[in-house]
């Protein structure tokens, strides 16, 4: 796959609402928010992320891949022009209906081959709304297609040294959208606010503890435990500075030492967030395998060739096999874009019940947390699943499952499913 990327705001942008504007209509009527994870979350893959480099600004990078827009031609052939709307909405909350500020962005870009695969980044302007958080849901609108994707993030007000105080950059000098890198990795980060100053930098292991069965009382990994190293760096006069990331785990940076609030980047032990090795097939086997099963798959010298082996027995056919495989690691990979916290998303409990289960009917969100559903909210015999988010400095998109054993058949009999090369939905 070609990965061209083009520059920075090369994109053209033109405001087309603001603040009290009426000619935005929102994205999503209702508050059923499971369209974030499902498959119109994968026909546009948007990125997004905030950065304030002070108290007067925020700015919102977004980022799409141009093989999921249509690029249209005048009919005798190149160029070919997409069409793309920018939309934000800000909110008090995830499931308030007070619409606090709104605007919208026109993208245009052109290219000489309909189907190109390149990264199209941008950003546009955020109006700061007081001191306390607010909820934004940023949204893509392939006006060629009539398709959208969107993302919600939490705008962090009010809390000096925040993680949206940074902003990571690639070699390329362009934005990077998830915090997660590779070993060896050399970003330049901007953190104008802190300029000259000093951070703190703490190490800490990677969290190898897989989630529990959804029924299953154990509790989450702890951590409050100590970094296994520190150091610090100097902020640049200009408000950047260079770091080489080292062994896998993750690094915690901290403008002051009395808070435990910063800024986090996480080294994965796989290639995140695909599934691009024959060991990264092995390790969300995990979730459908025995204990001997595993045991013999990880240790295998032949990890790929087991893994075919299991895939094919478990589906009776190699046709039945292929599409077992595309629909079990396209969860992972989804997990991944969409729950990754301080470890990768297909290791956290919203990550194990989405790739178990799929997406869910019904998804209801608030300040505490989420709570899913399969199948008809008023059915009594429906599948739910709690979620409540957990305090903790690293990410703020850590949400732990209340685990319930009257889910126990629920979960035997979609795992037994798997293993029979059949695709539940729940």
């Known amino acids: 796959m070609k990965r061209l990327i083009l520059p920075l705001l090369l994109v053209a942008v033109v405001f087309l609402g603001a603040a009290g504007c009426g000619s935005y209509v929102p994205v999503a009527s209702g508050d059923n928010f499971a369209y974030l994870y499902g498959k119109g979350a994968a026909a546009i893959r948007l990125q997004a992320r905030i950065y304030q480099p002070d108290d007067a600004r925020a700015v919102i990078y977004f980022k799409l891949r141009t093989a ?6 005048t009919g005798g052939g190149g160029p070919y022009h997409a069409r793309v709307v920018m939309s934000y909405e800000a909110y008090p909350a995830p499931d308030s209906k007070e619409l606090l500020d709104s605007a919208s962005t026109f993208v245009k870009d052109q290219s000489m081959v309909a189907d190109e695969d390149k990264e199209l980044i941008g950003s546009m302007p955020l109006k700061t709304v007081g ?21 919600m993030l939490r705008v962090d007000r009010g809390a000096s040294g925040s993680a949206q105080e940074f902003l990571p950059l690639g070699a390329n000098g362009l934005p990077i959208f998830d915090d997660h890198v590779r070993p060896g990795t050399t970003l330049k980060v901007e953190a104008e606010r802190h300029a000259g100053a000093l951070l703190h930098v703490g190490h800490y292991p990677p969290v190898q503890k897989l989630p529990a069965p959804v029924f299953a009382n154990v509790p989450p990994p702890a951590l409050d435990n100590p970094p296994d190293s520190t150091f610090t760096v100097r902020v640049q006069p200009d408000g950047t500075f260079n770091f080489t990331t080292g062994a896998d785990g993750f690094y915690h940076f901290r403008a002051d030492t009395a808070s435990v609030v910063g800024f986090t980047l996480f080294v994965p032990t796989e290639s995140y967030p695909t599934v691009s090795t024959a060991q990264d097939m092995v390790s969300p086997l995990r979730y459908i395998t025995s204990l001997k099963e595993w045991d013999a798959l990880s240790t295998s010298p032949t990890p790929r060739k087991d893994v075919e082996r299991f895939w094919t ?54 300040a505490r947390g989420e709570t899913w559903v399969y199948g008809d909210e008023t059915n009594l015999m429906s599948l739910v699943f709690n979620f409540v ?38």
């Open 68 to 73: 999921d827009l249509l690029y249209k031609g």
């Open 131 to 151: 001191n306390t958080p607010f909820i934004l849901r940023i949204t893509a609108h392939d006006l060629n297609r009539d398709a959208q994707s969107t993302v």
């Open 313 to 366: 027995d478990a589906a009776g056919s190699r046709d039945r096999a292929r599409d077992a495989i595309a629909g079990y690691y396209g969860r992972v990979e989804s997990a991944n874009r969409h729950f990754s916290s301080y470890t990768e998303g297909w290791k956290t409990d919203r990550g194990l019940v989405h790739i178990i289960f799929g997406t869910p009917s019904t998804i209801r969100k608030d």
């Open 389 to 426: 988010r957990r305090d903790e400095p690293f990410s703020g998109n850590d949400l732990v499952l209340q685990r319930d054993p009257q889910l126990k058949s629920a979960w035997y009999r979609n795992v037994e499913s798997w293993r029979n090369g059949r695709i539940l939905q729940n």
